[in-house]
């Protein structure tokens, strides 16, 4: 988790994932073995799992096995 990175305290982010400079995840957002690049959001209350997001977009809802 980059240092920079704007992670809700009611989030929860999993081993295994990787959270770059600049990304915000909202309240309740679950964060499980994925990967955000710089720059990307997660919304609140969305799940990722095995997801990457790239940098300028926002993932919302459910993901798996997702490229966003």
Same mark, same amino acid.
Do not use: E, F, Y
């Given at each position: #988790?980059h !240092?920079d990175?704007?992670i809700?305290?009611a989030?929860h982010v @999993? !081993?295994?994932?990787s959270i770059g400079r600049? @990304? +915000?995840?909202? *309240?309740? *957002?679950?964060i499980?073995?994925? #990967?955000?690049?710089p720059?990307?959001q997660?919304?609140?209350?969305a799940?990722?799992?095995? +997801?990457i997001?790239?940098?300028?977009?926002?993932a +919302?809802g459910?993901? #798996?096995?997702?490229?966003v």
């Open positions: #988790i !240092p990175a704007d809700h305290p989030a @999993c !081993p295994l994932s600049a @990304c +915000t995840v909202g *309240a309740g *957002a679950r499980d073995n994925s #990967i955000l690049w720059g990307s997660v919304a609140a209350k799940s990722l799992r095995n +997801t997001v790239r940098s300028g977009q926002k +919302t459910t993901l #798996i096995d997702a490229d």
